[in-house]
């Protein structure tokens, strides 16, 4: 991680642990399940990378703003609304592992298996359904609680729900693209892509840093598109980590996305060149558990067929795109263009 990101975190954190450990004082007076709640929920929170949080402090800096306690509240709720989105998400794909650790339903899960709870299957998903709807909420009253001028408040609130309400039917999308009979076309990959990630993990919080900086409107819409583009690299990357990295490396389990039949771009291209090659039969293994073997051949298959390669150059080109964009925007320094520059290299290339 670079430093235009890692040094937001310490602020992030504290800022997070702050707005759930403030919240005691309504939740735990509902029941035994809010202390419980509140440490699940900081734990899980500060565990990751913090990358959307981070860009709500990249995008006032770009415009000459100075991050600071109210800014780092609204970056807590950035990360928040991630939280809500990762454990929802995780129940859906019915992924127990996240970030390395047990995910949130599948801790409550083992609580209930632990205490000797009925269904303790469906009673961890219906805890995860609630410690996900509460981090949402917990988001929307941080904001809300931040010493902005009112107008301001309801903005960055405004902005918030309509990105994440955008993200919850991206993802019926998505859901709907793998659990249905029909073909998934790159078009409707890329929609998803768009709206689950380029708009909410870049877009989003760097507009809403560049909104508490008082951005010209036309330099903060170019800030989004360069947002959008990243994003789009961001998630492209995230579903080559899912086939071509081991979970040690990505926080999930190897090959999950293939378990699943994630509809993906690398998905949808290599089984487009697979038939009367020697992987052939390599179509077979997606939308069902894989063996090491089994992974490997469909890792030798991208590679060999050239979906890496034609899947990188598409990268390369959101890349180059992004940079015009920077390029472009005039009221903003050399020394913040410099910066988005060095994002923009570290998202392309990494490989975590």
């Known amino acids: 991680m670079i430093d235009a990101l890692m040094r937001h975190h310490e602020p992030i954190v ?11 004082t309504h939740l735990d007076r509902v029941s035994i ?11 899980f929170s500060t565990r990751g990378k913090l990358i959307r949080g981070s860009l709500v402090a990249v995008g006032a800096e770009v415009f000459g703003g ?33 970030r390395g650790e047990p995910s949130v339903f599948e801790q409550y899960r083992r609580r209930g298996t632990e205490s000797g709870y009925a269904r303790t299957g469906r009673f961890g998903e219906s805890m995860g359904i609630c410690a996900g709807d509460a981090a949402m909420l917990l988001a929307f009253e941080g904001v809300a609680l931040a010493s902005f001028d009112p107008a301001l408040r309801i903005e960055l609130i405004r902005r918030i729900a309509a990105a994440i309400a955008d993200v919850a039917v991206a993802q019926m999308a998505d859901v709907a693209n ?20 380029g708009l909410y993990t870049f877009s989003l919080p760097l507009c809403l840093g560049a909104l508490i900086a008082h951005a010209p409107p036309d330099e903060m819409e170019m800030l989004g598109r360069w947002g959008e583009l990243q994003g789009t690299i961001f998630q492209i990357r995230d579903d080559e980590l899912g086939l071509m990295e081991d979970g040690e490396d990505t926080g999930k389990p190897a090959a999950s996305d293939i378990a699943t039949d994630k509809q993906t771009l690398h998905r949808l291209k290599l089984l487009a060149v697979l038939p009367g090659t020697r992987w052939e039969h390599a179509a077979s293994y997606f939308g069902r ?3 090491v073997k089994q992974l490997e ?39 913040a263009k410099s910066m988005l520059r060095d994002i923009a290299e570290f998202n392309r290339e990494r490989r975590r």
Do not use: C, N
Not at 84 to 97: G, N, P, T
Not at 301 to 328: F, Q, Y
């Open 33 to 43: 399940w809010g202390p419980d709640f509140r440490s699940r929920l900081i734990d």
């Open 297 to 335: 051949e469909i890792r030798a298959a991208l590679g060999e067929l050239g979906v890496l390669s034609e899947i990188e150059g598409r990268v390369v080109g959101l890349h180059d795109e992004s940079i015009s964009v920077i390029d472009h925007m005039r009221s903003v320094g050399a020394g």
């Open 289 to 291: 558990p894989v063996s």
């Open 178 to 197: 793998g659990h249905g009979p029909g073909h998934v076309t790159e078009e409707e990959i890329l929609s998803v892509y768009r709206y689950k990630t």
């Open 14 to 24: 504290g800022s997070l642990t702050a707005l759930i450990s403030r919240a005691a």
């Open 66 to 98: 100075e991050p600071d306690a109210d800014l780092y509240e609204v970056a807590a709720a950035v990360e928040l609304a991630q939280s809500f989105l990762l454990i929802h998400d995780d129940i859906m794909d019915e992924d127990a592992v996240r």
